[in-house]
């Protein structure tokens, strides 16, 4: 056997039974095994999955055993392909190859679909009365400072935001209250088989799809905002510098940390003006970008040509990047820096004016000379 490892709240243990690599998989929630053997059902005749070969109870939960892909260290997933300097060839042919793929399944099984009956836990039930937007906000208020006044979330409507050197506003409370309506009602949404959490720790290279306890019919727009918020924020950044113990064995991800850091170069909140004043650079390594602009172009564009060829894909994304930026991490438990980054990415993507290819793919600009 080899090393226990820990990923949120479930335990993996590498093994080998008669010759055979396996990983057990160790569940403390019942309802989460169940999740994940539907979902393996669900997707296994349209992507490659590896053999779920058995599942059982053990004491204190639910024991899968999979097929152990030739995944080690820095090796074997999309993450090690982008944690390099420049991008390279074997990025650029995955990319292809994996929007390939997504393009076919997504468009063959592309359905107009009640939220009832999709995959509901990254946004329906986040927004739901109870879940994680609750969870994480209905009784806190997160502040923004420059070190020598505070903001809170809650009265930042009544402040003009200059962010880089663009005016903008944003309503908190207003915010929450959109999501939790939007994602409230019935209507349906046009929805296609996939994993449905398509992170870099969740894509193997060669291509096959991992942690399947989402997979099934899932919104065809969450997917692409959670691939995109994922590849260009999460992935680089937030995730190894507040869980660094996922990325044990891709210790790469570390080198590449400053890369894909944002530098806030200033700001000040000014309560008598009621202005907050915001100088910063996003900052993404080139092959992140690099994936970033194949997913747009080879996926999400041709694909919303076909599914929403009126409508703007603004409309389209919205609600599902806000819910990524606020119902991932709770923004009380970030760094002042990295919340105010967060919040000023919100801001970006409530705006009228959000335009969801450059919020992904601008090359980074220096801020404006004061």
Known sequence: MGPLRRFTRNLVLPANLAGRPLLLKYTRHPGEAREEIRGHHSVRDHYRVPTLHAHLRVPGGRLLAYERLPIGRDHGLLLDLLNTDRPTPDLKRYLHDLTDHYRTVILDTARLTPPAQLVRKLYWDRAAPGGRLDHYYADADPFLTDGRAHLPLSRIRDHTLRINGTESHLDWAATLTRLKRHFGTGEPVWAALTQGDPTDLNLAHPPAWLDLDTAGPNSIAGEFANFLWYTTVLGGWLVPTHNPGAFTDHPATFAHLAANTPVVHR????????????????????????????????????????????????????????????????????????????????????????????????????????
């Open 267 to 370: 700001t000040r909140i000014d309560t008598t003006r009621r202005t907050l004043t915001v100088d910063y650079v996003p900052r993404l390594s080139q092959p992140r970008r690099t994936a970033a602009e194949i997913y747009w172009r080879r996926l999400v564009e041709p694909v919303a040509a076909a599914l929403w060829p009126d409508t703007d894909l603004a409309d389209i994304l919205r609600p599902y990047i806000a819910m990524r930026i606020l119902a991932v991490h709770h923004l009380g438990d970030l760094t002042p820096r990295e919340r105010l980054v967060l919040v000023c990415r919100l801001a970006d993507v409530m705006s009228p004016r959000f335009a969801p290819q450059s919020f992904f793919l601008t090359p980074e600009a220096t801020c404006p000379v004061r």
